[in-house]
């Protein structure tokens, strides 16, 4: 399968820890997306990476978030002193410059 | 103000029937897309349909169809003859060119299909 992967699936936490989650994009795609998705809501934009470069970040992402993609293949997400409210699905999503965003299958984060 | 929004929180319809899905959006960019994407239960974004915003065809895929009214900001999802794994969860999203590479996506529509 040559699809968007995510590690973990899953990944349940205490309060305060430090998470960290992996994307593998589609192998020619050089452009990467990290999302959050809450229940009942739509996925929300956290940071864009075109190759290796983070172009883009949003505003609600508080400092203790942190993206990396070394080389510009795979991408990192990090939560650092992780809160209650972090508990939703990470999603991350590749694309070339010219086609529609292909997403992975998760990762659902609980704070206990 | 929202970029995309979908004002229905849930819809149903009859195996075999069409059912639209509405979504309006706001954006002063003249180049931008919209994007249909259906997430299932298992939780994956599935792809349905794009349609940019200079194109004069409304875009389809198959039983999907994308209704654009660009005077009116809708791009409404119509998903023809209604099949039980239809059900799902359907997100619409825009990207503005100009803007930054930004994808905004909605609330989501949760439509059932009844046997």
């Known amino acids: 399968d040559t699809g968007v992967s995510q590690d973990p699936r899953h990944k349940i936490t205490k309060r305060g820890q430090n998470v960290t989650f992996r994307c593998d994009p589609i192998?020619?795609?050089?452009?990467l997306y990290w999302y959050r998705q809450t229940l009942g809501q739509g996925p929300e934009f956290l940071t864009y990476?075109?190759?290796?470069?983070?172009?883009?970040k949003s505003r609600l992402l508080s400092d203790r978030f942190s993206a990396e993609r070394p080389k510009g293949s795979f991408s990192t997400l990090e939560i650092q002193r992780t809160e209650q409210g972090d508990s939703a699905m990470y999603l991350c999503?590749?694309?070339?410059?010219?086609?529609?965003?292909?997403f992975g299958p998760g990762t659902r984060l609980t704070v206990l | 103000a929202q970029k995309i929004t979908q004002t229905q929180p849930g819809m149903f319809v009859q195996e075999k029937e069409a059912v639209t899905l509405d979504c309006t959006y706001d954006t002063s960019d003249q180049s931008y897309g919209l994007f249909w994407y259906k997430q299932p239960s298992s939780g994956e974004m599935i792809f349905l349909i794009y349609q940019g915003s200079y194109d004069e065809q409304n875009a389809t895929e198959g039983r999907y169809s994308l209704n654009f009214q660009k005077a009116r900001k809708s791009a409404n999802l119509v998903i023809s003859a209604s099949q039980l794994g239809d059900s799902a969860m359907y997100f619409c999203?825009?990207?503005?060119?100009?803007?930054?590479?930004?994808?905004?996506f909605g609330t989501g529509t949760s439509l059932t299909v009844i046997p």
């Open positions: 999203a825009m990207r503005e060119v100009g803007t930054g590479n930004q994808f905004y």
């Open positions: 999503a590749s694309k070339t410059a010219y086609n529609e965003q292909f």
């Open positions: 192998s020619e795609h050089n452009r």
């Open positions: 990476f075109q190759n290796e470069a983070q172009l883009e």
